[in-house]
């Protein structure tokens, strides 16, 4: 699976250069929460996968696999919706603030729903899809991005976990903790894992638009500027 996000992120890298500081900077951001939230809460109550080179954290095996996964996801999430619908913004007023507040409540709302028990999966899914939704009240210009990267995300895991099960058809039962997924699945998939890439997608997609003020997208122009860095 990590290799088929490396493969997408790295032809989102060569196709848009004018997106590549925003691919880099989300990437860089995230790479470092797939261990940290494995090693706090997802090793504990939802799967534990195995990795070619592994090495343990306070009693919890990881693998650069978990970074891969993290950097990766995390840029294509970014820039999914503009890649794949050729479209552009031009940066306006820069909110770092607003943004801010978004990320502290997406990590103290995930906490409090973990004081109350609830799988690691669901919570961080929850808390995501809130934050990305008052970006989306916040700033109506990223609506369209919102709804169509969450759409693409779907069809991107889908065709992923498909194409894993076809080399590796008892993935689920030997990463994943049976008291972790609910058992209900769309063609094989867990729809925890779906809904966590989706919601994933839903605030990925618009955060980096929204600390940057994106305004009105349009339609890729054959000559593109390479957006403003921070």
């Not at 997924?181 to 997609?205: C, D, R």
Request: proline share 4%.
């Amino acid at each position: 699976m990590v290799g088929v996000f490396g493969i997408v992120w790295l032809s989102f890298f060569l196709l848009r250069k004018d997106l590549r500081h925003q691919q880099l900077f989300v990437s860089i951001f995230t790479a470092p929460l797939a261990p940290v939230t494995q090693i706090l809460w997802f090793y504990k109550d939802y799967w534990r996968p195995e990795y070619v080179w592994t090495f343990t954290v306070l009693n919890v095996p990881l693998g650069v696999e978990e970074v891969l996964f993290a950097f990766f996801i995390g840029g294509i999430g970014s820039i999914l919706y503009e890649v794949i619908f050729r479209t552009d913004y031009k940066p306006g007023r820069w909110r770092f603030k607003e943004t801010a507040y978004v990320v502290i409540f997406s990590g103290v709302f995930f906490g409090f729903l973990k004081t109350l028990d609830l799988n690691t999966v669901w919570a961080s899914s929850i808390a995501l899809v809130l934050s990305s939704l008052m970006i989306v009240y916040l700033d109506k210009n990223v609506r369209i991005d919102w709804v169509m990267s969450s759409v693409l995300m779907f069809a991107l895991v889908m065709f992923t976990y498909l194409a894993c099960f076809a080399l590796f058809p008892a993935i689920v039962s030997k990463f994943w903790l049976p008291s972790g997924l609910s058992g209900i699945n769309l063609l094989g998939v867990p729809v925890e894992e779906i809904i966590w890439f989706v919601s994933w997608a839903m605030y990925s997609g618009v955060a980096y638009e929204f600390m940057v003020g994106a305004g009105p997208y349009k339609k890729l122009l054959r000559t593109v500027k390479v957006h403003a860095k921070i």
